[in-house]
């Protein structure tokens, strides 16, 4: 298997790409790894300008010699580089499978929305620390190289599933990049909010028509939350039961993914 790593979003450290293609060596000696040299580019808060960003997406996707494309990390940008490069996705995007999350989701909904390819909430090409043990990057290239399901989100129960951060989610509303997720279990997750911030998201996912039909929802994790100028005065929990319940669906419970040491892995669609 052969595996493009590009950056929609954000630039990654040229150390941290070597240290993935190490753990590819010792662990799939036989699969290899490419990072695109855009993914080392800097202008501004982007890896790139946004034609450069969009280019080397659409070289690695449209190239049949890669099997998966796996976004090097989030941040902001990805939603800026849509409207130009899904038109131009030849053939060959549509055999591959597409791997990450947070400011990815933009990526994913909207290859997901035009069922282009299979995409996957999972962990980042540039997850690996330097005393990091490859766990969940271990977990994502288990199930995408050998069909390893340990890493797999454990809740998944043969319903169709996707899984956002609940920003970018809120973000795609009432854009031609939300998929449709009829009869989905969705998953989300938060960082770096406050919670007023959060309760107004989850209003907006509660309300949106074209979130209507959802199965379900199941809550990620929440981290790094910001204090409020006075507390709050719910918890997390309470908040998305209520919204659950205001939007006509299950809350199904707690989820293992997020911003989080340890990201499971949400295939689109059935697992």
């Given at each position: 298997m052969r595996i493009g790593v590009v950056a929609p979003a954000r630039t990654?450290?040229?150390?941290?790409?070597?240290?993935?293609?190490?753990?590819?060596?010792?662990?799939?000696?036989?699969?290899?790894?490419?990072?695109?040299?855009?993914?080392?580019v800097t202008e501004g808060h982007f890896a790139g300008p946004d034609d450069y960003r969009a280019a080397a997406f659409l070289e690695f996707a449209n190239?049949?010699?890669?099997?998966?494309?796996?976004?090097?990390?989030?941040?902001y940008g990805s939603n800026r580089i849509l409207h130009s490069a899904m038109p131009q996705l030849a053939p060959a995007a549509r055999d591959k499978t597409y791997i990450g999350y947070s400011d990815m989701g933009f990526m994913l909904g909207a290859l997901y929305a035009r069922r282009i390819g299979r995409q996957v909430h999972g962990s980042m090409a540039s997850a690996m620390?330097?005393?990091?043990?490859?766990?969940?990057?271990?977990?994502?290239?288990?199930?995408?190289?050998?069909?390893?399901?340990?890493?797999l989100e454990p809740t998944l129960d043969g319903r169709p599933a996707a899984a956002f951060n609940l920003a970018i989610l809120t973000a795609m509303i009432g854009t031609p990049w939300l998929p449709d997720l009829t009869d989905h279990v969705l998953h989300v997750e938060e960082v770096g909010e406050p919670m007023y911030r959060i309760d107004r998201m989850l209003f907006q996912m509660?309300?949106?028509?074209?979130?209507?039909?959802?199965?379900?929802v199941r809550l990620g994790?929440?981290?790094?939350?910001?204090?409020?100028?006075?507390?709050?005065?719910?918890?997390?929990?309470q908040m998305i039961?209520?919204?659950?319940?205001?939007?006509?669906?299950?809350?199904?419970?707690?989820?293992?993914?997020?911003?989080?040491?340890?990201?499971?892995?949400?295939?689109?669609?059935?697992?």
């Open positions: 990654v450290s040229e150390e941290s790409a070597v240290r993935m293609k190490a753990f590819m060596a010792l662990t799939w000696p036989k699969h290899e790894i490419v990072f695109h040299p855009q993914c080392f190239d049949p010699a890669f099997d998966a494309i796996w976004f090097a990390r989030g941040g620390g330097r005393d990091d043990k490859g766990v969940d990057a271990g977990w994502v290239l288990g199930w995408l190289i050998d069909g390893d399901r340990r890493g509660a309300h949106a028509t074209q979130l209507k039909g959802i199965a379900g994790a929440v981290t790094d939350v910001v204090d409020n100028d006075v507390p709050f005065g719910e918890s997390i929990e039961v209520r919204w659950c319940r205001e939007m006509g669906v299950p809350y199904l419970g707690r989820s293992g993914i997020g911003h989080i040491a340890l990201n499971r892995v949400v295939p689109f669609g059935v697992a």
